[in-house]
């Protein structure tokens, strides 16, 4: 396996472990390569850099300062805008192959790019970045000043917009260590920093962010958006603002959060009427958490914003297969159906919306979750309060004395908890549960794992759901593209299909905010527990076998199901691979 780029510079003695543990902490507030800031710290010089990355990637260097002249017919095979955005410049060309030089030749994103637009096949060369710089600068010098106006103008017109105001109004001092209560419910109420906030909030409410992210650093304070379950950066404020920020958002939450507590993690609730593009009030719920961190207190603030929550399992990304499968299994009259994937990977929204599904007077429905995200009409949710006893175990226990045909247990922790679920769904309950595995049949070994006998998995449980969440291609922006046959191959899409298929990505346009990407779909593994199944986990069957044998009965693997949707032009090969692990074909 090839070591990475820190590793190989410590191996090889140019820098220290400890030089490396300071650049990796300096490149997380700087958002830059690691090179890049190993170089800026003075530890590494960029052809000492070069050297080694050349090594690692097995491509060779070039001294951009000694390219005297690039052919004009080569110059023009690549727009200005994209040597620029890839920090790359064409050197020549040879029969059917493009050599670039670029600062990061293992960027394939670029070079699919690149290659896409050429339309030969392309070979990297690694050059310094200065040195790139300069050369970009010497042999595209109408661009070069082209570029500097335009980001003037962008970078003033972007924080006019960002801000609403001129930041330097926002007149406070930074001394927070020595900042008393009374300071900082001056600054939380500051007529400045209020409007700051609720820009910070309005924007990412429009712009269909599940989370907001307030970091401190040591020189800025980073507000980013997730938006798509991914992190994007949304503005980088002066470092003074922290204490302002921060106390605005705790004087928000009901009730209030301690304002002169900058040492302990708090977390409250803030809801807020918004209006949303058509003029209607919309109520929303912020989930925040509070956390010291060396340079002040990173605040993250979860939105839950109910008029976005689809509740139709037809919308949700199943396969007709899937649906039929996950449907019956939510109309059984007992049993267990556990749902699993990481944080993020939409479980709460299937669960939901099987309970919506079953939402009807005749039955009664109770879930007990941490915390309730969502309260949904006719159906009785419970907060867990440990500091009480109301855990997920003692909950489900009360709750088994109140004659529920329905329960949602949010999520199987410890061996108590499955045990109480599982005999619940043998004394006639439909049982919803979440835990924590990476595909279906691996959840078995989880529920061993904590305690529980094979012949009582294989009498309760009666479907086990994988899910993860890939980003929609951009319908604004999407077109056709090709791949490197390796990546296909690793993906594991079959040689058959691959003549068949066509593959599509998005460009990037204001629509998706340049991402290529606009909203998100599920893909699924939806596994039936079969009499074979029941069969095979009564025998203490391993994961591999139980996986071998619900792929013969039909069963998708997550990376499977993704292939599905790239096939039908939803997804991208990166997203797939991104959210899948290795060895899932």
């Not at 599940?210 to 503005?235: N, T």
């Not at 007077?361 to 867990?384: A, C, F, L, S």
């Amino acid at each position: 396996m090839a070591l990475k780029i820190g590793e190989l510079l410590v191996k090889s003695g140019l820098i220290t472990k400890e030089q490396l543990e300071e650049a990796l902490k300096k490149q997380k507030e700087l958002g830059k390569r690691l090179g890049s800031t190993l170089v800026e710290l003075g530890y590494i010089t960029e052809k000492q850099l070069v050297e080694v990355l050349a090594k690692q990637l097995g491509v060779p260097a070039i001294d951009l300062s000694t390219v005297e002249e690039i052919p004009e017919d080569v110059l023009k095979l690549l727009p200005p805008e994209i040597c620029y955005q890839y920090q790359v410049i064409p050197l020549a060309r040879k029969g059917n192959v493009l050599f670039v030089a670029m600062v990061d030749p293992s960027n394939l994103q670029a070079l699919e790019d690149i290659k896409f637009r050429v339309g030969i096949d392309v070979e990297p060369v690694i050059a310094v970045e200065s040195s790139l710089r300069k050369a970009l600068e010497r042999f595209y010098p109408e661009y070069e000043k082209t570029l500097v106006k335009v980001e003037e103008e962008e970078e003033k017109e972007k924080e006019e917009e960002l801000i609403g105001f001129d930041i330097e109004e926002i007149q406070v001092e930074d001394y927070e260590d020595e900042m008393d209560e009374k300071e900082l419910l001056k600054q939380g109420k500051d007529t400045h920093i209020t409007r700051l906030v609720n820009k910070i909030i309005k924007d990412a409410v429009t712009r269909r962010a599940s989370d907001i992210h307030i970091e401190p650093f040591e020189k800025i304070l980073r507000v980013r958006l997730r938006i798509d379950g991914v992190l994007q950066v949304y503005a980088d404020l002066p470092q003074r603002l922290k204490a302002g920020v921060v106390s605005r958002i705790k004087l928000m939450c009901s009730p209030n959060l301690d304002i002169s507590e900058r040492r302990k993690p708090q977390d409250g609730r803030i809801q807020l009427k918004l209006k949303d593009n058509d003029g209607k009030d919309r109520m929303i719920d912020f989930r925040v958490s509070v956390v010291p961190t060396v340079f002040g207190e990173k605040v993250v603030m979860r939105i839950l914003d109910k008029s976005g929550l689809s509740l139709d399992l037809r919308v949700l990304g199943f396969e007709e297969d899937d649906l039929e499968r996950f449907m019956r299994a939510i109309h059984s009259p007992y049993g267990i159906i556990l749902v699993t994937g990481p944080t993020g990977s939409g479980k709460t929204t299937t669960l939901y919306s099987a309970l919506s599904t079953l939402n009807t007077p005749d039955k009664q429905i109770v879930t007990i979750e941490d915390p309730v995200e969502y309260n949904i009409e006719g159906i009785n949710q419970v907060q867990v309060n440990r500091e009480v006893g109301l855990d997920f175990a003692n909950a489900l226990r009360a709750f088994l004395r109140q004659s529920p045909d329905v329960i949602l247990v949010g999520e199987i922790r410890d061996s108590e908890t499955a045990e109480i679920a599982i005999r619940a769904a043998l004394t006639g309950h439909l049982v919803f549960s979440t835990i924590h595995t990476n595909d279906a049949p691996t959840t078995v070994d989880r529920l061993v794992d904590l305690g529980i006998q094979p012949y009582l998995i294989a009498s309760s449980v009666i479907l086990i759901q994988a899910q993860r969440l890939v980003r929609r291609i951009c319908k604004n922006c999407k077109r056709e593209t090709t791949y490197d046959p390796g990546v296909l191959k690793e993906l594991g899409i079959p040689e058959d299909k691959l003549m068949e298929m066509k593959f599509y990505k998005g460009e990037g346009c204001p629509e998706c905010n340049g991402t290529g990407y606009k909203g998100r779909i599920g893909i699924y593994e939806v596994m039936s527990i079969t009499p074979k199944l029941r069969e095979l986990i009564l025998k203490g069957a391993t994961s591999d076998e139980i996986r071998e044998a619900a792929r013969e009965e039909g069963m998708r693997t997550l990376r499977e199901d993704g292939i599905v949707k790239i096939a039908k032009g939803i997804t991208t090969v990166e997203e797939v691979l991104r959210v899948t692990a290795a060895g899932e074909e």
